[in-house]
């Protein structure tokens, strides 16, 4: 793809760490979101995710992990206090993010790199999550604030096309498990610089949603 599409994707990534660290108030969590990133650029560019036929698939290495994270600390009482205590208006900002991936994702359908599926153009709308996150976000910074009930709608919404989107995207990486769109696969996400998008940006739109779910029902039960 070209030099501005990559660009644009690099921004995403940049936007989704920025306003990771303002959430959680964590260097320590950026670390760790970098570190991740570069582990999983390293092994892209060894050509790790290119592996078709190893079961389990080496791809289940760029999600996986922080989804198991994701639900040990959900489990955990204090897993929930430290999520609960992460700022609101910075985990809605991170969501923006959603609306560079998706202009990229529609730019590697055109290039053959993603089915039309994983697009607008085709059955993902999770654009639409992005495009709401910034309207949702200067309306929590307005006098009347939406309320819980809304914000609970906005994030259960927003889980659902992520959820819509990730499926499509795994069922059609070239893999020991590839179950849909053999003609057009999902070839984007096993190169660098793409690998950031399941690597980093997706657990971090997972984990923001997961956060301000757990405030929300958390403030609910006060």
Known sequence: ?????????LFAVIWC???ALTATRSRIVLAVMVALGVVHWILAARGVYTNTTTFPPPQALLLAPAVLALVITLIMPAGRRWLSGFDPLALVMLQVMRVP????????WLSGLVPQGMTYSGHDFDILSGISAAFMATWMLGKRPPGRAVQIGWNLACLVLLFIVVITAVLSIPSSI??????????LVTSAPYVLLPAVIVPAALWAHAASLVRLFAKDQR
Do not use: C, G, K, Y
């Open 178 to 187: 590839q179950r849909i769109n053999f003609d057009h696969p999902n070839v």
């Open 1 to 9: 793809m070209s030099s501005a599409v990559e660009t644009l994707f």
């Open 101 to 108: 991936v998706e202009v990229t994702l529609h730019q590697a």
């Open 17 to 19: 760490l920025f306003w």
